[in-house]
């Protein structure tokens, strides 16, 4: 399916992955609808660096039935990215996030089944698989619901599984590994760590041994597009993870590198997870993808955080860079 001249809606448009998606259906000549949660400040996130003047704007809570049905009129193809997706913050707050998450994926899949939209590109996460049992991780892992985050994220992908399965709603689920790029807040680890890096004189992180598959923002936007793309994708749940895990202290050491900086790397208790929360392993097989929509990562990890320091370096935000950010 060309998504050239598509009526597109966007939830989480104004997000770190949701801003590189709408950039990539603006080359593709798609017409967008931009769902962005209200905010009293007039925000629309990382969507102001973006040609907003070419994107319809929409303002509303994923939580609100009624505003997710109006967003979905007249569109062909949604891509639902909203959530909200800090972990530490589902330990604090995880009503806010079950109701968000999971409810208000509900939402969006029965607006979508009573507009007749024509295929519904759904996000997950790699966190619903929690530590991994084997590696690397296919689609067939089991789910473990090891953060409140996680646990909402799995009940949104089974919700979406249940209306493909019982009304025939056209969905494919994408399950991203630990995006990273430019844009993305310091609540991520990349990002928290090259902000330290460039600014503070330690690096403090949580756990330093657990591993990561780490894939750029611009690859994962495309997996997305190639999702919306096949038909042969439709009721399957893709991997979008570059096959690659590293552990977070040897990641910190490559960021130093770059930076050109040697300072200490400690960990800190105010950032562990609770013992059996934490997710100890993570390393995605993306066969799958590769084989049903073509997918491959381009930007190598080396290359990804010479991008994404180049980046940060030049927005400056040094003002948090001890801060934890949820």
């Known amino acids: 399916m060309d998504l050239g001249g598509q ?3 966007v939830t989480g448009a104004a997000g770190f992955i949701g801003s590189h998606l709408v950039e990539r259906l603006l080359s593709a000549g798609a017409k967008i609808r931009a769902f962005v949660h209200y905010n009293s400040s007039n925000s629309i996130g990382y969507l102001q660096d973006i040609r907003h003047g070419q994107i319809e704007i929409y303002k509303g809570d994923l939580r609100d039935p009624h505003a997710v049905l109006n967003a979905h ?12 997706i800090a972990i530490p913050y589902s330990y604090q707050c995880p009503t806010d996030v079950v109701h968000t998450n999971a409810l208000g994926t509900l939402n969006v899949a029965q607006a979508a089944l009573a507009c007749g939209i024509k295929r519904v590109i759904h996000t997950s996460t790699s966190e619903v698989y929690g530590t991994a049992h084997y590696v ?19 009940a949104a992908d089974k919700i979406m599984e249940s209306f493909h399965r019982a009304y025939g709603l056209p ?11 430019p844009r993305q807040s310091q609540r991520a680890v990349i990002a928290t760590i090259i902000q330290q890096a460039l600014y503070a004189n330690e690096i403090q992180l949580g756990n330093l041994h657990a591993t990561r598959d780490f894939t750029f923002v611009e690859d994962t936007a495309f997996g997305f597009m190639l999702a919306a793309q096949s038909d042969a994708a439709i009721g399957s749940v893709f991997n979008l993870g570059s096959g690659y895990e590293i552990s977070i202290v040897d990641l910190a050491a ?26 100890d392993r993570l390393c995605s097989d993306s066969a799958w993808a590769r084989q049903t929509i073509g997918w ?9 955080l010479v991008r994404t320091v180049a980046w940060m370096a030049q927005s400056n935000a040094s003002a948090r860079s001890n801060d934890y950010v949820l």
């Open 7 to 9: 009526r597109v809606l």
């Open 73 to 84: 009129q007249n569109i062909d193809t949604v891509f639902h990215l909203g959530a909200l």
């Open 254 to 279: 490559k960021i130093l590198h770059v930076v050109g900086r040697n300072i200490p790397v400690c960990s800190t208790t105010e950032r562990l997870r609770p013992e059996k929360s934490e997710v």
């Open 296 to 304: 491959n990562p381009q930007v190598t990890l080396d290359e990804g």
């Open 171 to 181: 969905v494919v689920t994408v399950r991203p590994f630990n995006a990273y790029g």
């Open 136 to 154: 690397p991780m296919d689609e067939r892992h089991p789910l473990q619901g090891q953060s409140p985050y996680s646990a909402s994220k799995i």
